[in-house]
């Protein structure tokens, strides 16, 4: 497993199957990170779950995967973010939209990241399909995860 320094422990990730997103047009890879996101790890090459977003100005290190909803009492549904584009410390600004198809439904949900892309736990009120509008620093970009039911709770 990957460490970061100041991170909480990486072990939420369980072994074995993991459920395969459905309905939902994320991209997350199970791989090397990208270079640009490696500061703080202590392997050259570290390996986990992530998604980079659609225009690659941000990467999602999803540090609990699948992401559950609702959240886990086990682990928590972290999320380091990390840009690839210069920060000014403002907060990343997170407008998710539940999606079935190409259709939104339901409000937008916020959530934020103060100071800018980092660490973050975000869950969100259900499971499904999640498109996310990203804002941080003066940057935009989007990607969809998908949160999974968590049959735990």
């Not at 790890?41 to 999602?60: I, N, Q």
């Not at 009492?73 to 190409?102: C, D, E, Q, Y």
């Not at 892309?117 to 509008?133: K, M, V």
Request: charged letters at 15%.
């Amino acid at each position: 497993m990957p460490s970061l320094a100041g991170a909480a422990d990486a072990s939420a990730m369980s072994p074995g199957k993991l459920p395969t997103p459905s309905s939902c047009a994320e991209h997350v890879v199970d791989g090397v990170i990208p270079s640009w996101a490696r500061a703080g790890f202590s392997e050259p090459k570290p390996v986990m779950h992530y998604e980079l977003a659609s225009h690659g100005d941000v990467v999602a290190l999803l540090w609990a995967y699948p992401l559950l909803s609702p959240p886990p009492t086990t682990h928590n549904n972290k999320i380091l973010w990390v840009s690839r584009v210069a920060t000014n410390g403002s907060p990343l600004l997170i407008s998710a939209h539940r999606m079935v198809g190409s259709e939104a439904v339901g409000p937008a949900v916020q959530r934020q990241v103060a100071g800018g892309p980092g660490p973050s736990i975000i869950n969100l009120p259900l499971a499904g399909c999640w498109h996310l509008d990203l804002r941080w620093s003066g940057h935009s970009d989007t990607m969809d995860l998908d949160y999974v039911v968590n049959r735990g709770a």
